[in-house]
């Protein structure tokens, strides 16, 4: 992305010492760990358990990891987080355990509450309507 402004992981491919439930999720269930990001990279489209079967069901080909890159090249778009795509495929086909562990955690740091559909996770967040201006002396010709 030429020119776009990129913005940093919040935190690192190996940080799982800042969320050991995540983590451990991660490494027993990653199809949950994939279904609840993929919901949320989504916003929705996709439910959380249909995500995360797919996810499961191509495991047994060990096209998990292709499925897991999309994900990761995508989310890193919406958010514009630093990185490449190539970057994304070699962490997705070669640690794709903790690729999903510091997508978990952006999502996570970003304000989402990963346990929430997204209607949930969007009626819980401010809805940003800002006040109209109030101008001193009324108006005037």
């Not at 690192?12 to 999720?25: A, I, N, P, V, Y």
């Not at 794709?96 to 997508?103: G, N, R, V």
Request: with cysteine.
């Amino acid at each position: 992305m030429a020119g776009a402004e990129e913005n940093v992981w919040s935190t690192g491919l190996f940080d799982c010492s800042s969320d050991m439930k995540s983590c451990c999720l991660t490494l027993w269930c990653p199809c949950i760990t994939f279904g609840r990001i993929a919901h949320i990279v989504d916003q929705g489209d996709c439910s959380c358990c249909v995500s995360g079967t797919l996810f499961c069901l191509i495991h047994q080909f060990r096209l998990d990891s292709i499925y897991s890159f999309v994900y990761r090249h995508k989310m890193r778009r919406q958010y514009k987080l630093s990185g490449s795509g190539c970057g994304d495929l070699c962490l997705s086909c070669f640690c794709l355990e903790c690729a999903l562990c510091q997508q978990y955690r952006e999502l996570q740091n970003r304000g989402f509450d990963m346990s929430l559909e997204w209607e949930e996770n969007m009626r819980s967040k401010p809805l940003g309507v800002a006040m109209a201006p109030v101008f001193e002396g009324g108006m005037k010709r």
